[in-house]
């Protein structure tokens, strides 16, 4: 025989035409694969979870999720409770807005007050506020406070710079 011949690993034939050594290598080789796979499938075996473990683990996730469920709920239930809370707060916030609006206009001609020209924000010693205006033209037929009627001079007449205006342009 050929020695290429001889290194090739034989072709399975029909047991009839093999030789009786080629016959017992083959069977021999085809023992070892089979015990590299009952091994591969009994360690796989171990790692693959029988159906009372899969069982078990559903149980487990299901009692998760509802658990997870229970806290979700909760969280919408506060959520809810913290919306109302602050749609009360605001509807609060907006009465007292509209109050101090209406609290924020000159008492003599019911205008709000302007940051700039001939309307803007000025105040007297006492205190009281007023557009600029309607204070030197209130003050020219009574030099008191239209409010506590206390004395007052052209020169105690102030202008206020709210804190959102520039106050670097005058008339």
């Not at 093999?18 to 023992?31: A, D, T």
């Not at 916030?93 to 302007?114: F, G, M, P, V, Y």
């Not at 205006?133 to 202008?159: A, H, K, L």
């Amino acid at each position: 025989m050929n020695k290429s011949l001889a290194n090739q690993k034989p072709k399975p034939r029909s047991t009839s035409k093999m030789l009786k050594r080629e016959v017992v290598e083959e069977l021999l080789e085809q023992r070892k694969l089979g015990v590299q796979r009952t091994q591969q499938l009994t360690e796989n075996g171990n790692k693959v979870p029988t159906l009372k473990k899969l069982r078990e683990q559903e149980n487990e996730l299901f009692k998760q999720l509802q658990e997870e469920m229970k806290k979700t709920e909760g969280l919408r239930q506060r959520i809810k409770a913290h919306e109302e809370a602050i749609n009360n707060a605001t509807s609060e916030l907006r009465k007292k807005l509209e109050t101090i609006d209406a609290e924020n206009s000159c008492c003599i001609c019911l205008l709000n007050w302007s940051a700039r020209g001939h309307h803007r924000l000025v105040s007297l010693k006492c205190g009281h506020l007023f557009g600029k205006t309607c204070i030197r033209t209130y003050w020219r037929q009574s030099n008191r406070c239209p409010i506590c009627r206390v004395v007052s001079y052209e020169d105690d007449i102030r202008q206020v710079h709210p804190y959102n205006c520039d106050s670097t342009t005058d008339e």
